[in-house]
């Protein structure tokens, strides 16, 4: 039991970090939808300032990798958490919409970082036999983090800068763990091999519109699902709350059915599923609120599983040597979905603050229909024995290169442990031939 613990001593420091910054980072994303709100700002404006901030978050996850490698984890962690934290005592000063604009972008682009670093540390200092644990405890406190942090902002006043404070507080506090980390960091390096393209998408053209998808209605929730429950007299904290955790709870089952069925069927069963929860949440929520929250959770969780297997679906074509490359096109395509979903977002607003599950809706309808059309176009399964293990990764941070590198190692690892002599067989078939010529004799 305590060799145990001793695996996990040097990680500690990491994880704790990231609680901090993710009970920062997801409360404030909700404090800015309400504070614009109750400062008058339009449904477009607010869904301009939120596409700021994932199109910071998509240009670093591009290029935060590079920065790590030149000047190492410590260091990159201190400069990405004083920035984002800057960057939200500045937005306290004045509120203006460019200002909050540029100050968004800087976020995005910190958090991205903030990310990439937290899940290479872990990867890159675990073994094959802790790596399925590490990432397991990662997913609990990612999302234990976004959901519980959603329970405060009730105790939120929005009229002062007290709340600027203490999120910048809980940004700042996130130094202090790796600051005064005593174990020794690991060297992080991956070789990426690139395939083109358009091969990429010939192979898997349902996972591009999947990452795409995921992006526009993800980055919705996160925008303006506070916006409506302020509206329609909800508790903003129990409905993001329970939207979180509706991802989080079916995010494993369905995960489940993605490795024992074809990934396709599963995430044209998610996607309808998705469609009808939002058409449930249109029609019927107004009945009472305790089924609000009941759609809002089938909401949160049929939505959020749409990354993951469309990520899971594309790696299965491919082999892993190409994984790294594959998914870093799949986190832009979710970047791009992300930045434009806010703004697309607030222009179904502005009819119906239920505009965000009309704006849901069309495209788990545009998912299903697509995932219909692909199925008839290109019917060819991908076999059960040629299937990558589902990744459980989570829609707000997708894991980077060292992250996906990780999981791929295991996966062939445990392959390895469960048949060595079908392996032994097929890598000696010269040495078979030969017994049995012998034994013939």
């Given amino acids: 039991m305590k060799q145990k613990f001793k695996e996990f001593n040097p990680l500690v420091a990491p994880l704790l970090s990231l609680f901090f910054v993710i009970s920062s980072s997801c409360l404030f994303t909700t404090f800015v939808t309400l504070k614009l709100k109750n400062e008058n700002f339009t449904e477009t404006l607010i869904g301009l300032i939120h596409s700021s901030f994932y199109f ?20 990159s962690f201190v400069a990405f958490a004083a920035l984002f934290g800057a960057s939200i005592l500045v937005q306290g000063l004045y509120i203006h919409t460019i200002l909050w604009m540029l100050t968004r972008f800087i976020a995005g682009v910190s958090l991205a970082a903030l990310y990439v670093i937290i899940e290479s540390w872990l990867l890159s200092g675990s073994t094959q036999n802790t790596r399925g644990r590490i990432l397991s405890v990662y997913m609990i406190i990612l999302y234990g983090a976004q959901s519980l942090s959603q329970m ?9 800068l007290t709340a600027f404070l203490v999120f910048g507080i809980l940004t700042y506090l996130s130094i202090l763990p ?16 690139k395939k083109s393209i358009k091969e990429i998408f010939r192979h898997a053209p349902y996972s591009f519109w999947g990452c795409l998808i995921s992006g526009l209605i993800l980055s919705a929730i996160y925008s303006f699902l ?28 369905i995960g489940l059915f993605s490795d024992l069925f074809e990934r396709r069927k599963v995430l044209i069963a998610s996607s309808a599923l998705l469609f009808l929860s939002c058409l449930m949440m249109i029609f019927f929520s107004s009945v009472h609120h305790m089924l609000a929250y009941l759609f809002c959770f089938f909401i949160g969780g049929f939505s959020f599983v749409i990354y993951p297997i469309s990520i899971s679906h594309a790696t299965d074509k491919f082999d892993s040597k190409y994984i790294p490359f594959i998914i870093g096109i799949m986190s832009v395509l979710y970047g791009i979905g992300a930045t434009v979903g806010p703004f697309m977002t607030s222009l179904f607003m502005e009819f119906d603050s239920s505009g965000i599950f009309i704006f849901i809706a069309l495209f788990a309808l545009i998912s299903t229909l697509s995932g219909i059309y692909y199925k008839i176009k290109i019917p060819k399964r991908t076999p059960k024995s040629e299937k990558t293990e589902f990744m459980p990764i989570s829609a707000i941070a997708p894991l980077s290169t060292d992250t996906s590198i990780a999981i791929k190692q295991t996966i062939s690892v445990s392959k390895k442990d469960v048949h060595p002599e079908k392996k032994s067989q097929e890598t000696h078939p010269a040495s078979q ?9």
């Fill in 56 to 75: 910071g978050y998509l240009v670093g996850s591009v290029r935060a990798e590079k920065l790590i490698y030149r000047i190492g984890y410590i260091r």
């Fill in 152 to 160: 405060f902002i009730g105790f939120v006043d929005l009229n002062t």
């Fill in 178 to 193: 790796v600051s005064i980390n005593y174990s020794k960091t690991p060297e992080s390096s991956s070789e990426i091999t």
């Fill in 226 to 253: 506070p916006y409506y429950a302020q509206s329609e007299n909800l508790r903003v904290s129990y409905i993001m709350t329970i939207t979180i955790a509706g991802g989080f709870v079916l995010q494993w089952p």
């Fill in 433 to 441: 031939n030969d017994n049995n010529s012998e034994s013939s004799k």
